[in-house]
């Protein structure tokens, strides 16, 4: 597609896979993301982006940032658990 992304491929891969696992399910109703049986729905759409690759990273939110503003506006990083939503604030 010209003058696309892979973002575009993405979207529009995942609205595709919405209409047709509801018009193969309209006995379903309606139903929010976390009701959805998401590999069948995945199944619709993975054929459009010529595979994917998932495996476990070591990484922290806070292993490797150059915070150039750090201490800037009171900021305080929770260092004892990087995962905490604070620490991921722009």
Do not use: C
């Not at 993301?33 to 010529?50: C, H, I, N, Q, T």
């Amino acid at each position: 597609m010209p003058n696309q992304s892979a973002t575009t491929v993405q979207v529009g891969s995942a609205v595709y896979a919405a209409v047709a696992w509801a018009m193969s399910n309209p006995e379903q109703g309606l139903l929010v993301p976390d009701e959805l049986p998401w590999r069948e729905v995945l199944s619709y759409a993975e054929k459009y982006w010529g595979g994917y690759h998932s495996e476990p990273a070591d990484w922290d939110p806070l292993q490797s940032r150059n915070d150039l503003f750090r201490g800037w506006n009171d900021r305080k990083y929770d260092e004892s658990d990087p995962w905490q939503f604070s620490n991921f604030l722009a």
